[in-house]
């Protein structure tokens, strides 16, 4: 085992509420997939300024017979800057996103809010006052940043 880690060579892209933690689950089960225990390591939007060592890091687990070394973040769809920072730091990796019809994903996305005892009110007040219920559905802008970066 690498003690300073290897990069990616897959990661899950988003966006929130689209199966991003069943399908974390999943691949943790795969003998040939390397993924981070933790799901969500918001390393290319929140977390950049922590270094690329710092990121390697996240990977240091990974052996030669994992054949896929990821992660999956369901955030980076919607950072602006995160499709540039993942090409520049780990080049044509390959990308995952799933998508869900967007008005059933900020409907689970309110009730997420709901669960966690997070007050924004009725449905119809919370499409008004939390932008991302609405622009998490936005997934043609956000695709495209991302189609600027990488080949199909």
């Known amino acids: 085992m690498s003690t300073d880690g290897r990069l990616p060579n897959f990661i899950y892209i988003g966006p929130d509420k689209a199966g991003s933690s069943w399908l974390h689950e999943v691949l943790l089960q795969h003998p040939e997939v390397f993924m981070t225990e933790a799901k969500d390591l918001y390393f290319f939007d929140r977390y950049f300024d922590r270094g690329l060592s710092w990121y390697r890091t996240q990977f240091r687990r990974a052996t030669p017979e994992h054949r896929v070394v990821g992660e999956v973040c369901q955030d980076y769809l919607f950072e602006p800057e995160a499709a540039k920072r993942i090409r520049d730091c780990l080049g044509e990796i390959n990308l995952m996103v799933t998508l869900r019809e967007p008005a059933a994903r900020a409907h689970s996305s309110y009730l997420h809010y709901l669960k966690h005892?997070?007050?924004?009110?009725?449905?119809?007040?919370?499409?008004?006052?939390?932008?991302?219920?609405?622009?998490?559905?936005?997934?043609g802008s956000a695709l495209r940043r991302f189609a600027d970066h990488f080949p199909r």
């Open 117 to 139: 005892g997070i007050e924004v009110g009725t449905f119809r007040q919370a499409l008004d006052s939390v932008p991302e219920l609405i622009d998490h559905g936005r997934y």
